[in-house]
C-alpha cells in the first residue's frame, strides 16, 4: 500500500515537473522585447500572439514591432470589411445604414494600413484622427436582435477592436524618425458599447 502511494506521488511529482518545464518553455518561446512591447497595451497575450507570429520579431526594436502590428491590421481590417457589407446585405430594416457607416470606417481603416511601405508617421496620424472621432473598432452598435450576440471580427473585444488597439499603443510609442524612441503612451481603453 505505501508502495503504490509513493509511486502515485511520484508520478504526480514528475507530471508537475513535466507540465512546469513545457510552461516556462512555451513562455520563453515569445521574445522578451515582445513581451516587453506588449505589455501596456489593452491586450497584451493578443498582442504578443500576433507580433510573435509575425516575421521580423525576434529580436526586434519598437518601430519593427509596431510595423508587424501594422501589417497584421490590415489584414484583420480588410476581413473584417467584407464581413461588414456581407452583413449590411443581409439586414433589411433602416438599421443598413449604421452598418454602412461601421464598413466605411474599416474600409478606410484598411486602405490606410494597408499600404505597400508602412509609414509608421501617417499611421499614426491616421489612429490619432479615428480616436478623436470616437471611432469604435466594432459594429455591434448595428446588430439588432441576437445578431448582436454574436462573436467574430466585428464584435466588441473581437479581433478587430483588439488588433486596433493594439497598433494604436505601438505606433504611439515610436517617434516620427525610425529608431526614436519616446516615453510609451497608454492605448485607449477598449470603447464600451
Known sequence: MAMATRCRSTRALLSLSISLVL????????????KTACAD?????????????????????????????VRAAAKTTAAAAALARAEEKGIKDGAWW???KCAADIEDAAARLGRKTVN????????ARTESDLVVWNCDECRRDGASKKKDLLSKDGDLEKIMGVVSALVKRVGTTRGA?????????????
Do not use: H, N, W
Request: with cysteine; charged share 10%; glycine share 4%.
Open 98 to 100: 449604421c452598418m454602412d
Open 120 to 127: 509608421l508617421a501617417q499611421v499614426r496620424s491616421f489612429i
Open 41 to 69: 497595451t489593452p491586450y497584451p497575450d493578443y498582442c504578443a500572439t500576433v507580433l510573435s507570429a509575425g516575421p521580423g520579431s525576434k529580436p526586434a526594436d519598437a518601430p519593427v514591432l509596431a510595423e508587424i502590428a
Open 181 to 193: 524612441t519616446p516615453s510609451p503612451a497608454q492605448a485607449p481603453a477598449p470603447s464600451s458599447y
Open 23 to 34: 510552461l516556462f518553455r512555451a513562455a520563453s518561446l515569445v521574445p522578451a522585447d515582445v
